[in-house]
Each structure stands twice: as structure tokens, then as C-alpha cells.
């Protein structure tokens, strides 16, 4: 059983910052991939950061440079620091993890960029 729970949403301005968080309850949290996914209004799910087991992060071009994912295995947690967020990046953000072929994904957080 894995159930992840996503905070830190909000409502901010153009060029701000907000940090996500994602805490899982999981057993051998560690040895999964950790993702950070969003969906906005009228458009498909996107990736936008992942990180592994050991570190390794991955970004999508659109947030490269700006945003930031870290976990700390001994808290079961990931976060995802996003800079100079965009209006157009107003989306629900998910967090994803997987192990093999097995996904799991949180309930979701709404991140909101408007004046």
C-alpha cells in the first residue's frame, strides 16, 4: 500500500517561488523514482522533475534552471521547489512513485500564477 500525500499549493504572483511537498507512506521509500507531474487546464499530464534512487534528477525543458527536486529518504519526502513561476504554469501538480512497473500517485495540489 502507498499513499502519498502532496502540500504546499497555493495562489502566487507571476515570479514567484513556492515549494511542493510530497510525503509518502511506503515501505522502502528509497528504492523508488520519484516524479513530479502536472496538469493544466485543458492540456495533458506533464512530467516535470523526477529524481532516483541515488539522486539523479531529471527536468523538463520548460522548467529547467528554475525548478528544483530533492528528496531525504529517512522522511519518506520529496519536494519540488519551483523560481519565476509562470501564469502559464498554473496546473494541479502531482507526485508519482514508482518501483518497476508499479505507479502510485497522490491526490494532487493546485499551484495557481496570477496577478
Given at each position: 500500500?502507498?499513499?502519498?500525500?502532496?502540500?504546499g499549493?497555493?495562489?502566487?504572483?507571476?515570479?514567484?517561488?513556492?515549494?511542493?511537498?510530497?510525503?509518502?507512506?511506503?515501505?522502502?521509500?528509497?528504492?523508488?523514482?520519484?516524479?513530479?507531474?502536472?496538469v493544466?487546464?485543458?492540456?495533458?499530464?506533464?512530467?516535470?522533475?523526477?529524481?532516483?534512487?541515488?539522486?539523479?534528477?531529471?527536468?523538463?525543458?520548460?522548467?529547467?534552471?528554475?525548478?528544483a527536486?530533492?528528496?531525504?529518504?529517512?522522511?519518506?519526502?520529496?519536494?519540488?521547489?519551483m523560481?519565476?513561476?509562470?501564469?502559464?504554469?498554473?496546473a494541479?501538480?502531482?507526485?508519482?512513485?514508482?518501483?518497476?512497473?508499479?505507479?502510485?500517485?497522490?491526490?494532487?495540489?493546485?499551484?495557481?500564477?496570477?496577478s
Amino acid at each position: 500500500q502507498v499513499q502519498l500525500v502532496e502540500s504546499g499549493g497555493g495562489l502566487v504572483q507571476p515570479g514567484a517561488s513556492l515549494r511542493l511537498s510530497c510525503a509518502a507512506s511506503v515501505s522502502g521509500f528509497a528504492d523508488f523514482v520519484m516524479s513530479w507531474y502536472r496538469v493544466a487546464p485543458g492540456k495533458q499530464r506533464e512530467m516535470v522533475a523526477s529524481i532516483d534512487r541515488r539522486g539523479t534528477t531529471w527536468y523538463a525543458n520548460t522548467v529547467e534552471g528554475r525548478f528544483a527536486i530533492s528528496r531525504v529518504n529517512a522522511n519518506s519526502t520529496v519536494w519540488l521547489q519551483m523560481y519565476s513561476l509562470k501564469a502559464e504554469e498554473t496546473a494541479v501538480y502531482y507526485c508519482k512513485a514508482t518501483w518497476g512497473a508499479s505507479g502510485y500517485w497522490g491526490q494532487g495540489t493546485q499551484v495557481t500564477v496570477s496577478s
